[in-house]
């Protein structure tokens, strides 16, 4: 039995040995637009999303190792990067070209009716959102985006496109096919008549006179702006470890970092890396790396891995199945420094505790702060768990003012209205989804009303956690089986706060939701661990409950099991990988 509590990401601070505050963002980039086209479409509306298609590792913003300070990075051609990225010619371009749209566009810049400030997983589904209301004329939405592709789904970016065969590619894994909706391409966005403003970083926003300034110096005004901003990987050097900025220090959390990664895996087959962080970046990455043949060892303070969310036996499982694939955990010490050669690259990373591990590559994941920046100082009511305080419209202070995703703090109703910051996928889909419902019929939308809910996959296991991780933890199942299910329910104050489930079916993963979401009634703990699963199926499987809350329109959990089609390839190409590989040995 234990009492845990979820705590955000930022706790890693005090893992390191200086905890000094982040530098300011260091300014990088320039960039162009694409011309819009039109339509606007109408279709449905709160569609719950879904899992995301795992298609492969990604990176974080901030353009990786060595690149802080000064602007030393510039992209250049953003509209059809994908096709860039594939070799393909792009089919047209403009850079700060006559606009054609619906905004205006004077000396000072262009002004929309609608800005989406970010282009990552929340703003490709706020854009399908307002496609399918037909909420905008051609030319009145854009996406401002540091990013030069169009938005994709992240969490691909740790998962299929570090695969070392059949790996994802954009534009594969653009949303939304995450949640098994439409591939959003640069196509589609001219199609909707929705301005892709790619590879341009914004770095100062006046919410009272409704503009924001970019890095080229373009003014942008707008009338309603959906700040989507996300978060960035923390970095080393905002804890004062000196060598940081080596050239084989890989972070994830963009495309980028994920093609840095890509190379380091390809400069060293059969080599040592060090992961730093066991969270779900850690543990993904060395996943990864394991499957491209490189030994690795985890470094991380906590007792075990996930320390945010597993309990000790549920770690003690995967943890496990790591070891048996060669993975070696140093727990309960941090990093210190590193040693490197004469051009700079680390060969070494040297630990609190004196040991020094060889290092050919160096991956950390030690947590993530969300990009408030621009808004802090601007909005009445501020700032909240690290995010922008939103009320159940994702409304911030200022009433033409939305956030959503990452960067957005938002009551939760299951949780009593508590306010949380989510860093998860399916958050950002739901949230910029109820956002531009919000937006467009703001008397016909009522508060958001979300279940928290996070996953993973690693190797061939795959496991879901909806709710809050507090109250009395018992688990359930069989933690021997090489294709293991078992999980855990957290109960508080006699009823399901969380439950977790590794290996479930669409039908279990969907019941453990239904449990957590009703609250379900505990009078007998023994007798929960003696049902397990069976009892979030017999719950789900009964009338209304008795918590006096409802499930409300078609849950979210009703696509979770429905992996999209990349998350089933991504999973089966790991899964032949692993039975090549066995069948070789
Ligand atoms: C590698 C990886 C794997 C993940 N795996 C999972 C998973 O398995 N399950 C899960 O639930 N979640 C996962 N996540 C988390 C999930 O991807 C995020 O919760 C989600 O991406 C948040 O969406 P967002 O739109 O809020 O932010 P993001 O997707 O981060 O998008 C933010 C966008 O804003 C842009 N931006 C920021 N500041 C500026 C600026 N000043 N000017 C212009 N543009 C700016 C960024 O460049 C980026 O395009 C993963 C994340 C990563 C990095």
């Known amino acids: 039995m234990k009492n845990t509590k979820y705590k955000p990401q930022q706790q890693i601070y005090e893992h ?299 770690a003690e499982y995967y943890e496990k199945c790591y070891t048996s694939r060669g993975v070696t955990f140093v727990k309960g010490t941090v990093l210190t420094s590193f040693e490197r050669d004469t051009t700079g690259k680390v060969t070494a990373v040297i630990l609190k505790d004196g040991r020094h591990l060889p290092a050919d590559m160096v991956v950390v994941g030690i947590g993530i702060r969300a990009n408030t920046s621009l808004f802090e100082g601007q909005l009445v009511t501020s700032m909240e768990n690290g995010g922008i305080k939103v009320n159940g419209q994702l409304q911030t202070s200022d009433s033409s003012v939305y956030a959503v995703g990452d960067v957005a703090a938002f009551p939760i109703k299951l949780f009593d209205g508590d306010i949380r910051r989510l860093e998860h996928v399916d958050s950002a889909r739901r949230t910029a989804r109820h956002a531009v419902a919000s937006i467009l019929k703001p008397s016909k939308t009522r508060d958001i009303d979300y279940l928290p809910f996070f996953y993973s996959r690693v190797f061939t296991l795959s496991w879901q956690f909806y709710g809050d991780n507090v109250g009395e933890v018992v688990h359930f199942g069989d933690f021997t089986s090489s294709s293991p299910r078992f999980g855990a329910y957290w109960v508080n104050k006699g009823r399901i706060a969380g439950a977790f489930l590794e290996g479930g079916s669409r039908d279990e993963y969907e019941a453990i939701s239904v449990a957590v979401r009703r609250k379900a009634k505990v009078t007998n703990m023994a007798e929960l661990e003696k049902q397990g699963l069976a009892f979030a199926i017999q719950e789900s499987q009964t009338e209304a409950p008795d918590s006096g809350l409802a499930v409300v329109g078609k849950p979210t959990y009703a696509w979770h099991a429905t992996a999209g089609v990349v998350a089933a390839v991504s999973i089966a190409a790991i899964g032949y990988w692993y039975g090549r590989k066995r069948r070789r040995l």
């Open 16 to 314: 390191f040995p200086s905890t000094n505050p982040p530098p300011p963002y260091s300014i990088h980039i320039v960039h162009v637009l694409t011309p819009s086209s039109v339509t606007s479409r109408r279709s449905e509306s709160e569609k719950p999303s879904g899992e995301d298609n795992g298609v492969g590792p990604a990176g974080s913003g901030g353009g990786g190792i060595g690149r802080q300070g000064n602007a030393t990075r510039r992209h250049v051609l953003l509209p059809h990067a994908e096709e860039v990225r594939s070799g393909q010619r792009p089919s047209s371009t403009t850079s700060h070209g006559p606009h054609l749209g619906g905004s205006r566009r004077g000396r000072m810049g262009r002004a929309f009716v609608y800005v989406i400030l970010g282009g990552g997983v929340a703003a490709g589904y706020a854009a399908l959102e307002f496609a399918r209301r037909g909420g905008y004329s051609r030319g009145e939405l854009c996406i401002i985006s540091e990013e030069a592709v169009a938005p994709y789904e992240r969490p691909a970016l740790s998962k299929g496109y570090l695969l070392p065969e059949g790996a994802a590619r954009l534009p594969g894994f653009h949303t939304c096919v995450g949640a098994n909706d439409e591939l959003l391409t640069t196509k589609w966005y001219k199609e909707q008549g929705i301005e892709l403003v790619l590879g341009t970083k914004v770095i100062s926003a006046d919410v009272r006179r409704k503009t924001l300034l970019t890095a080229t110096g373009e003014t942008i005004s707008y009338k309603t702006l959906i700040i989507a901003t996300g978060a960035r990987a923390l970095k080393l050097q905002e804890f004062g470890i000196q060598g940081s900025d080596a050239s084989n220090i890989c972070y994830l959390r963009n495309i980028d970092d994920a093609d840095k990664l890509v190379n380091a895996m390809k400069s060293c087959p059969g080599g040592n890396a060090v992961v730093i962080g066991g969270g779900y970046i850690g543990m993904e990455c060395a996943a990864a790396l394991v499957t491209n043949k490189i030994r690795v060892t985890m470094v991380f303070p906590e007792k075990h891995c996930m320390g945010r969310l597993f309990t000790e036996k549920i």
